[in-house]
């Protein structure tokens, strides 16, 4: 089975600041890769998915995600954060129907 | 359109007592899943239903765990002799198929104390 892992815990910056977010993934072959978001108080949302074509994917909010098959890595990016963008981001890569997820990291916005 | 719904939201039980967990899945959507949710962790697989069939329940914990989805819509998932260790969120997900895109619901908070 697939494993997950995501590279920082908890990650704190300010308005206006880059961020990105590692995550890699165990084994090749045709993988789906999924980011999940969870604002506080709300259910887990998806912000992007790649299945195959343009590696270089789009989601909602301003964010995108790179995927690098040699790498065996999926990296979400957003060029100026806000604070709205406080919440918990989960990367996710689907097994068959089965979606193993990383361990989470918490992003933290100052104003 | 409707979301996933969960019921109840949070629920608190005491050691050795059943539970039952709720999940409404989106309308039409034939593939449901069960996850679990601990502190300070991303989602487990637990059980996977096309339809009233549940093709995959590798991931349930053990056999105090059942999940049952009858008519092909709504799904419970029954927890027997409730321990400590089953404190986490539950979490459902749906899809119209299983190769696509699946759909949390807002989870279900166990507290076993």
């Known amino acids: 089975a697939q494993s997950v892992s995501q590279h920082n815990h908890h990650v704190i910056l300010s308005e206006a600041a880059s961020l990105e977010l590692g995550c890699n993934y165990s084994?090749?072959?045709?993988?789906?890769l999924f980011w999940y978001v969870q604002y506080p108080g709300q259910h887990l949302q998806l912000l992007l998915k790649y299945f195959s074509g343009d590696p270089l994917v789009k989601g909602i909010k301003g964010f995108e995600a790179e995927f690098i098959k040699s790498k065996f890595s999926f990296n979400l990016r957003k060029p100026s954060v806000q604070w709205s963008d406080t919440a918990e981001y989960f990367c996710?890569?689907?097994?068959?129907?089965?979606?193993?997820f990383g361990a989470g990291t918490t992003v933290t916005v100052r104003a | 359109g409707a979301g996933v719904s969960q019921t109840p939201s949070n629920k608190v039980t005491e050691k050795g007592k059943y539970v039952e967990l709720r999940c409404d899945p989106i309308s039409g959507h034939t593939a449901l899943y069960w996850y679990r949710q601990s502190l300070g962790q991303g989602p487990e697989f637990l059980i996977y239903f096309q339809g009233t069939g549940a093709a995959d329940d590798s991931g349930l914990p053990n056999d105090r765990f059942f999940a049952v989805r009858p008519e092909g819509s709504v799904s419970t998932l029954k927890i027997q002799r409730t321990e400590r260790g089953d404190s986490a969120v539950y979490l459902c997900?749906?899809?119209?198929?299983?190769?696509?895109?699946?759909?949390f619901g807002p989870g279900t908070r166990l507290l076993v104390l």
């Open positions: 997900a749906s899809s119209f198929v299983r190769e696509e895109t699946q759909y």
């Open positions: 084994y090749g072959g045709t993988v789906n």
């Open positions: 996710a890569v689907r097994d068959d129907y089965k979606l193993s």
